[in-house]
């Protein structure tokens, strides 16, 4: 089976109205937003594969002096100033054109995006103006475009309880975290004071403390990306402490960001990844738990703590191995489906469709330990 380019987008054919750099390209009058949500509002041309449409408008405040965090891992990192302009810089594999918002938002209202947007989410940096250049975009949209919800991923290093009301008052459905390390220690090695960056655990865990408190029960939860160090029993510990704290868990599979303090990194392992997806489903949807898992003495999954039964039913579904984020229609479903934001299509990580029987097979190939690629070329 023959993949597609994953996404398609000549960056010659923008319209230089929409994609002019200057100075003054800052937020609230601009924002960037993903490839994939740029091609769905036909704002580029493009083509994802097996996919027509994200169901989630990624923006992300953007300003032309950066992000001021240093994320080992991440394309925005302040490290990467004197290698590529800020406007240019890749984020979870793509780039991120900048658009004046007025006109995102005078396209969402047109009917412009193919397919339909479920959901909003605005990305804050960590930057002295995104707290309130944040709450400035959010009381836009939900006056203009009330009828789409609005999720928050946060910087919770500018934020305290405080950010958190005011932004539930004016409208935000869900608050995220970018919690993205499992351990404490993973977390200082790729987002404290090694990297010199300002990001700490601690704080980290009391932001998400506030949104179970304040947005209540499947309103808030928290970004993990897989494959960064911590061990298969580290990950699903985390995922259910924020399930018991009544949050969801946002996976992520690792995969090296060029230009980044870890682009020699190697992604994920396939097994490693299908196991966790499986157990984060079962931990966020299926009624399972963490405790009633085992595991072997390298912290790999060797049994779920379901029946057989019903662990084959959830396999055969698919949806534990599509992408996990904000929900759509379907609790369990992802409006958030970031196509290709963590892998290629030819070695598809997170699958931002439904999974059809073939996809299923191979998803079950890998479980078993089989390292193979999604798709091949003829």
């Known amino acids: 089976m023959t993949a597609r380019t994953e996404i398609t987008a000549p960056l010659n054919f923008y319209r230089p109205d929409y994609f002019v750099k200057t100075p003054e390209m800052r937020s609230p009058e601009y924002v960037q937003l993903s490839t994939a ?69 005078e396209r969402v209202k047109n009917g412009d995006d193919r397919g339909g947007f479920e959901r909003m989410c605005i990305s804050m940096i960590t930057h002295p103006s995104s707290d309130a250049d944040t709450l400035t975009l959010l009381r836009r949209w939900v006056k203009e475009v009330p009828h789409i919800p609005v999720s928050i991923l946060s910087n919770p290093t500018s934020m305290d309880r405080d950010d958190l009301v005011r932004l539930k008052d004016e409208g935000a459905e869900i608050f995220t975290v970018a919690l993205d390390a499992a351990t404490p220690e993973i977390f200082e090695m790729t987002r404290g004071k090694t990297v010199d960056s300002p990001h700490r655990w601690d704080h980290y865990w009391q932001v998400l403390e506030w949104a179970a408190e304040i947005y209540g029960d499947n309103r808030f939860g928290a970004h993990l990306i897989c494959g960064m160090g911590e061990t298969e029993e580290e990950m699903l510990a985390v995922c259910q402490k924020i399930r018991d704290m009544g949050g969801h868990n946002h996976m992520f599979a690792f995969f090296p960001e060029q230009g980044s303090m870890m682009e020699d990194w190697d992604p994920v392992p396939q097994d490693q990844w299908r196991r966790v997806q499986l157990a984060r489903y079962i931990i966020d949807y299926a009624g399972g738990r963490f405790e009633d898992m085992r595991f072997n003495g390298a912290g790999q999954v060797v049994d779920f703590g379901i029946d057989q039964a019903r662990l084959e039913e959830i396999i055969n579904s698919g949806r534990p191995f599509q992408t996990s984020g904000c929900p759509g229609k379907e609790d369990d479903i992802s409006a958030c489906n970031r196509p290709f934001g963590d892998s290629s299509p030819m070695d598809i990580r997170s699958f931002p469709f439904a999974l059809d029987a073939a996809d299923v097979e191979i998803v079950r190939r890998q479980l078993k330990g089989e390292r193979i690629p999604t798709y091949q070329e003829d």
């Open 37 to 105: 949500a740029a091609i769905t509002l036909g704002l580029i041309p493009g083509q994802m594969h097996r996919t027509a449409c994200t169901h989630c408008l990624n923006l992300l405040v953007t300003y032309p002096e950066g992000c001021r965090a240093n994320c080992a891992y991440c394309g925005l990192a302040r490290h990467r100033e004197e290698a590529r302009d800020y406007a240019d810089r890749n984020f979870i594999r793509v780039d991120w054109p900048t658009v004046r918002y007025e006109e995102i938002i």
